[in-house]
């Protein structure tokens, strides 16, 4: 639990779970359940997410603002509010981490994980039991992969910083030189797709997916 405006309770429970039981917790889960997507939110610092997302999970969030109006430049302005201020009387609870998206996505480039934008699983209809099983013959991996570079390319395009650009760069060249050393990219015209999908994507055409 993170520290909460008029709860006694959110600082004094003699139930709160400290970081390493938090990190067993996540790893029984992803041992437990290894086909189910695992979310860590901004709840939790920077240093427990960093530890968290390399024993299990595999969504996070960023930038993310849970205050009344947390999202409102202008009534933030006005209030004189910095950007990583946290006005606790006017949210739920304080968050662990406030770093902006560009600097979670820079920090995971430089751990050699790519962030994927992508939404191809719902919208080619690879849901329920049709993704079940291709997560059990990890083949929806592969589609994964493919679609993380496509949305990982936009993202650098369009909106990363220059220092962030400068790690996805590099981060983007070795996924693509494993993505040619692959068997599984070699069968058919997927190769060839994606290729042709990330130069469209590079020349400026966008959400394209496998």
């Known amino acids: 639990m993170m520290p909460a405006a008029g709860s006694y309770l959110s600082t004094h429970s003699k139930y709160l779970v400290n970081d390493s039981d938090f990190k067993k917790l996540v790893t029984v889960l992803r ?10 939110t901004a709840r939790e610092s920077a240093q ?8 299990g999970c595999t969504q996070t ?9 947390g999202y409102t430049e202008t009534l933030k302005a006005l209030n004189g509010f910095k950007r990583n201020d946290q006005d606790e009387s006017m949210q739920q609870f ?6 902006s998206l560009d600097e979670v996505i820079r920090e995971l480039a430089e ?7 992508c939404t191809a699983g719902y ?9 079940m099983g291709l997560l059990q013959s990890c083949t929806e991996a592969k589609f994964c992969k493919l679609n993380a570079v ?5 993202y ?10 400068v790690v996805g760069e590099k981060l983007i060249r070795k996924e693509i030189e494993e993505i040619h050393n692959i068997p599984f990219f070699k069968k058919g015209n997927l190769l060839r797709n994606f290729e042709d999908y990330y130069h469209k994507t590079v020349r400026g055409k966008r959400d394209v997916y496998i």
Do not use: H, N, W
């Not at 496509?150 to 936009?154: A, S």
């Open 31 to 40: 041992l437990s359940v290894p086909y189910t997507g695992l979310i860590i």
């Open 48 to 55: 427990l997410r960093r530890e968290i997302i390399q024993v």
């Open 61 to 69: 969030d960023a930038s993310t603002k849970i205050g009344i109006g």
């Open 94 to 99: 304080l968050l662990g981490d406030t770093r």
């Open 111 to 117: 751990m050699d994980m790519i962030t994927s934008f």
């Open 123 to 131: 919208r080619c209809g690879r849901t329920g039991d049709k993704i």
């Open 150 to 154: 496509l949305t990982f390319r936009e």
């Open 156 to 165: 650098l395009d369009d909106y990363a910083s220059p220092e962030t650009k």
